[in-house]
């Protein structure tokens, strides 16, 4: 079940209309009440003598008796939905739920002589409407703060009660959803997002590739982006506004949006907190373009374990640069990997904050080398692309996991999203170099590939029959092979590779180690250039297998 707590009103006539309107709005096919205040509010459903306007003078009684003591938007307005495959409650079940709700939200605590007046009207056979006006017995407000809140810890509650799905919870720190208002222009205009998805994408990426504050406002700019920059008498900045070239409203001015209502990790002191100290490159390298990438790519196979060691603020800290990192590679990728990339950055956004406040000095380095690739020409090594998604996978479906450990549902659902859109975009770029390995592989000597053949069975032998029937098992020999040549003992690291989560859920056990050996050797196959990225760009341009691993 949802809950949606619509902004105050100042016409509790005007909600009752729509509520028992059946000509306009076809799926009111019968309105009627479940349940009222005292259980004897008339009802016009069903009622033949009772009419709307007895309806609204009941339930604004005490908002008359009040006079100027009443607020002027004193209609409470909450709908509540089941899910599509619920079954259909009762009248009575929809009856207790709303009870439930109004005493959870303070509007109707139970047993309270002075509660606020309400109705409940069922007009579908999933959802009600709750009417009330907040003026209690005793001609005070009642105390509803938090009521969204409230009601979505209650509506879980119910869920568990009545066997109704489980619905993912939020936690107040998704990004505003544009207004019907919003939709509807962006259809008329042709746009395939409304201007506000638009700005949250592109300000998110210019925060992922700036370095200074300067330059996030430079690259905004730069990427068709009006900025309205505000200061405090001080000449410190305060905040930001940021408006599409072309977005105006009627009276032909920029439709601006504060970085907080695009999200509530794009104001201004969230994104001064993030860029604090960051420098383009990281420390003490000589190779600046391989350490970044390697930088990278160690991070993201390391999040694993630090989300299960570390505190909770230092996790979330990590789990914002690994959206961070998924923000900037479509930046960096060829015209076909960046639709599926740009995808899992999209998705991820939601997942990249929580109710945890992010440590983020404990992340530095790692967003210092996310910044790095971005000014340094990309590696002309596919196969180093195809690593970096390979351990990017693994990451995000850590931050699933990590989120779900903590009940952040919603987060934890964007996640799952996310590894979806990754798992497409590594298939991609695999592809080719996978192929070169495979090849290798298959001109090995048949004594050398018995040998490596042996070495699975040794390390693994609880999935060395799975791996050496898999089509992909010859470029795991060849990369066995490979490592043995360069001086490592294969057999442990093997055991090494295996132990990292979600090999048990990988689509090919072969492939998955393939790369995680590449990735701990630091071995480099022969590139594939068709799968070679872009030279990357400091703009922000807009972002318009089978089971998880």
Known sequence: MIANIVKPGSKTRGVLNYLYDTKRAKDHTDPHLVASWDGFAPDPGRDPEATLAQLTTALDLRVKQAGDRASK???????????????????????????????????????????????????????????????RGDLTPPRNWNDYLRADKELAAIEEKYGLRQVAR?????????????????????????????????????????????????????????????????????????????????????????????????????????????????????????????QV??????????????????????????AETLDVLPLTATAGLRIPLSQAATAFERASRSRIHARHRQAQSTRRAVKAI??????????????????????????????????????AEAARQTAEHLRAAYQAAARQPLAVIHQRGRHLALPLQQRQAEIIRQALPDLAKEILAEPTWPALAATLSATTAAGHNPATLLAQAARNRELHTAGSLSEVLTWRLHRITGLRPQPATTTTPASARTTAPTRNHRRTR
């Open 374 to 411: 971005l000014r340094e020409p990309a590696p002309r090594d596919g196969a180093l692309f195809a690593i970096l998604l390979d351990a990017l996978l693994l990451a995000v479906v850590a931050a699933q996991h990590w989120h779900h450990n903590h009940h952040h549902d919603q987060q």
């Open 297 to 322: 790519i160690e991070a993201a196979g390391n999040l694993p374990d630090l989300l299960a060691q570390t505190d909770d603020a230092t996790s979330q800290a990590h789990i914002t640069v690994l």
């Open 73 to 135: 938007n004193h209609v409470w307005h909450c709908s509540i939905r089941a899910a599509p495959e619920d079954r259909a409650l009762t009248d009575a079940e929809w009856a207790t739920v709303a009870r439930r709700v109004l005493n959870a939200t303070g509007i109707a605590p139970t047993d309270d002589p002075d509660a606020c007046r309400w109705v409940a009207v069922r007009h579908a056979d999933d959802h009600i409407h709750i009417v009330a006006t907040k003026v």
């Open 170 to 294: 939020g936690d107040r720190t998704a990004a505003q959803r544009p207004t019907r208002a919003e939709q509807e222009k962006g259809r008329r205009t042709g746009r395939a997002i409304t201007a506000r998805e638009h700005l949250r994408t592109t300000v998110r990426t210019a925060v992922s590739a700036a370095t200074s504050t300067e330059e996030f406002f430079r690259l905004l700019t730069g990427a068709g982006v009006l900025v309205d920059i505000q200061y405090f008498p001080s000449g410190d900045i305060r905040g930001y506004k940021a408006a599409l070239e072309g977005d105006t409203n009627k009276s032909g001015a920029p439709v601006w949006f504060s970085g907080s209502t695009l999200a509530p990790d794009l104001s201004y002191p969230k994104i001064a907190e993030r860029l604090a100290a960051t420098s383009t490159h990281p420390r003490g390298t000589s190779d600046r373009q391989h350490t970044a990438w390697q």
